[in-house]
């Protein structure tokens, strides 16, 4: 199939699997990121609700903790960008 | 061409033509607003700190909401009473980052200079550079780099596998982490600001009345770019804060 389609248009082809791959890359490296963000966030709003007092230092906590985890998903982001056909 | 509708390509969104100048020193948009955010962040300290009144008014009531932040809200939380020394240095990346993301949210300028790389990527730089230093000052080089990529308490059987993590950690990932979370959040801000506009603007060619769902979508996510501006430069700095609080005082 792949082939019957390279046939007719080798360009148009590659075009379309450099774009899916693209899609591809950011997807799946947004789902750890995504989890490791609702794990981060659950537990900090847990926190807070537990103990308002200490609201301020989860938050700068919470920040950080999203900073680390989200890093991975820009990087796939970054990369989904230079994957070129 | 996604629904009939023509994107611009990346580089027509992020790419501006030289004004004067050529090769490495060549300027062109992105540099003139570096520039004027260097100027801005340098004036309003300057004028904020010339008067010294003691019932803060104008200018000087920025500058010194802005120092407090950084004393209270960053430094004080990350590196203790001993890291109030670094103010100037954390205070001048916090507000000139702030200055560089905001252009993409003001009319008729719309391009934030983070989301070029190499502005994210000199900063990180800097702050490598500086934890180094700061940790090779503090603690003298071999300690540093004993504290910096030998953790306490770990199991001597994957201290080998630990002790590179870390010294990869250290080396590569803190800086290109930094810079690349700077520069990919700005620009995936832009582009989401492009692709609203471009969507709006075909929308209303074509129907009159479509384009308000999307605007109101567009209003909604410039409000979101402020916060991710001032969200990116407070996480920069803090970040900055961690790694060199981090090197001054080793973990025990």
């Known amino acids: 199939m792949l082939q019957l389609l390279a046939q007719q248009d080798p360009g148009e082809l590659e075009a379309g699997l450099t774009a899916v791959g693209r899609g591809i890359v950011y997807g799946g490296a947004a789902i750890g990121p995504g989890i490791g963000i609702g794990i981060v966030v659950g537990n900090a709003i847990t926190a807070m609700a537990r103990q308002p007092e200490a609201a301020g230092m989860v938050r700068t906590t919470m920040f950080l903790g999203i900073a680390f985890t989200e890093a991975l998903a820009l990087f796939g982001f970054v990369l989904s960008f230079i994957i070129s056909g | ?252």
């Open chain 2, 1 to 252: 061409m996604i629904f009939g509708l023509e994107f611009p390509p990346i580089s027509h969104v992020v790419e501006w033509p030289t004004l004067f100048g050529d090769g490495a020193f060549a300027v062109n948009k992105v540099v003139l607003l570096m520039w004027i955010s260097a100027a801005i962040s340098f004036a309003v300290m300057f004028i904020g700190g010339r008067k010294r009144a003691l019932v803060p008014t104008g200018t000087q009531n920025v500058a010194e909401s802005a120092v407090d932040f950084i004393q209270d809200g960053i430094i004080m939380e990350t590196m203790g009473p001993d890291g109030l020394k670094f103010t100037p240095f954390l205070l001048t990346l916090f507000t000139f980052i702030l200055t560089c993301n905001i252009w993409g949210l003001i009319p008729g300028v719309q391009m934030p200079v983070n989301a070029r790389i190499a502005l994210p990527a000199f900063l990180a730089i800097l702050v490598w550079a500086m934890y180094h230093v700061v940790g090779i000052k503090s603690q003298g080089p071999i300690k540093y780099f004993k504290s910096a990529t030998i953790p306490p308490g770990v199991p001597k059987a994957i201290l080998p596998l630990v002790f590179l993590i870390e010294l990869l950690g250290i080396l590569v990932t803190r800086p290109l982490s930094l810079a690349v979370r700077l520069f990919a959040n700005l620009i995936a801000g832009h582009l989401l600001l492009v692709t609203f506009a471009v969507l709006c603007q075909a929308l209303f060619d074509a129907t009159k009345v479509g384009f308000v769902l999307p605007f109101a979508l567009l209003v909604f996510l410039s409000a979101f770019e402020i916060l991710v501006a001032f969200l990116q430069a407070y996480i920069f700095t803090i970040l900055a804060a961690v790694y060199i609080g981090g090197a001054m005082h080793p973990e025990h």
